[in-house]
Nanobody, 121 residues
Framework: VQLQASGGGLVQAGGSLRLSCVAS????????MGWFRQAPGKERDFVAA???????YYGISAKGRFTIARDNAKNTVYLQMNSLKPEDTAVYFC????????????????WGQGTQVTVSS
């Protein structure tokens, strides 16, 4: 498994979760890393990304509430999610790639298995 996501779970609205994704890709620092999510019956949507040069990008739903960060020494990318809402309920996927448009799925060539996040009202 090249990307292993964890940290999902059940949380009440207004709560927080931190997702982690450990990557066995090398060199990790050369990859852009992204988080996407998919709710039942919906398309997979962009949540956040961090470039190999530490630039950060957020989807509309994540701005102001989520923070993406990476630790190259640990080959890990994180997604801190605060002020969670029921509409954040989805399977969250981490991805790695070197494409130019890092807010789109097509820029990623490696995907993790996903971790379920459920936010109760």
């Amino acid at each position: 498994v090249q990307l292993q996501a964890s940290g999902g779970g059940l949380v009440q609205a207004g709560g927080s979760l931190r997702l982690s994704c450990v990557a066995s890709i090398f060199p990790f620092s050369s990859y852009n890393m992204g988080w996407f999510r998919q709710a039942p019956g919906k398309e997979r949507d962009f949540v956040a990304a961090i470039s190999s040069s530490d630039g950060t990008y957020y989807g509309i739903s994540a701005k102001g509430r989520f923070t993406i960060a990476r630790d190259n020494a640990k080959n890990t990318v994180y997604l801190q999610m605060n002020s969670l809402k029921p509409e954040d309920t989805a399977v969250y996927f981490c991805a790695a790639g070197r494409g130019d448009v890092i807010t789109t799925m097509g820029s990623y060539t490696r995907w993790g298995q996903g971790t379920q996040v459920t936010v109760s009202s």
